[in-house]
């Protein structure tokens, strides 16, 4: 993880299993949210990272 920590790691609410990151039931909003986005842009930015393949190459 690169930059900021988000404050939602440190929250008796987040279980940080590895592959399956959740929060328990009855997590305020404010962390909520801030799980929510850090795990959209997440995301994003492994479909990003992600190599395309060139459906040409696969002719090849």
Not at 3 to 10: M, T
Not at 29 to 54: C, G, H, K, W, Y
Request: hydrophobic content about 30%; cysteine-free.
């Amino acid at each position: 993880m690169i930059g900021r920590q988000p404050n939602f790691l440190n929250s008796p609410y987040f279980v940080g299993e590895p592959g399956n990151w959740h929060l328990k039931p009855g997590a305020p909003a404010d962390v909520v949210q801030e799980f929510n986005d850090f795990m959209t842009d997440d995301e994003s930015r492994d479909l990003e990272d992600t190599p395309t393949i060139d459906e040409k190459e696969l002719l090849n």
